[in-house]
């Protein structure tokens, strides 16, 4: 099965869907489509996931490879790999990520 999410960035207003489908050696094979080119150069870098790229942040790649990437220090794009990540690999149940209810960011004026 394939898990897909959609992070929508401010204020640079750029969008990008990510798609994780792990294949049959039980690697993790993430792919993007986005507005932005730096999101798509950082995902295409990220070549196979294991499961330890999921869930020990010092050896991850995606953790790594975002802290050397051109990406901002505030994209979203981090957490929806993650998300897209646990969700296909059973880490977050598909019901619960069926529901809709979006990771978010508000700006709240005091």
């Known amino acids: 099965m394939t898990s897909k999410v ?8 750029n969008k990008t869907e990510i798609e994780v489908q792990m294949n049959e050696d039980g690697e ?11 999101a798509v150069k950082y ?3 990220l070549g196979p996931l294991s ?6 942040k010092p050896q991850s790649k995606i953790f790594k490879d975002f ?3 051109d990406m901002s220090a505030n994209c979203l794009l981090l957490p929806g790999v993650m998300t897209a990540a646990w969700i296909e690999a059973g880490m977050i149940a598909r019901s619960m990520a069926k ?7 508000e700006f709240i004026e005091s």
Request: proline residues 8%; aromatic residues 6%; neutral net charge.
């Open 6 to 13: 959609r992070v929508n960035m401010f204020p640079c207003e």
């Open 28 to 38: 993790y094979i993430v792919r993007a489509t986005s507005t932005c080119p730096k």
């Open 43 to 45: 995902v295409e870098g």
């Open 51 to 56: 499961l330890i790229d999921l869930t020990d």
């Open 67 to 69: 802290i050397t990437s």
């Open 99 to 105: 529901k809709g209810i979006p990771l978010s960011i």
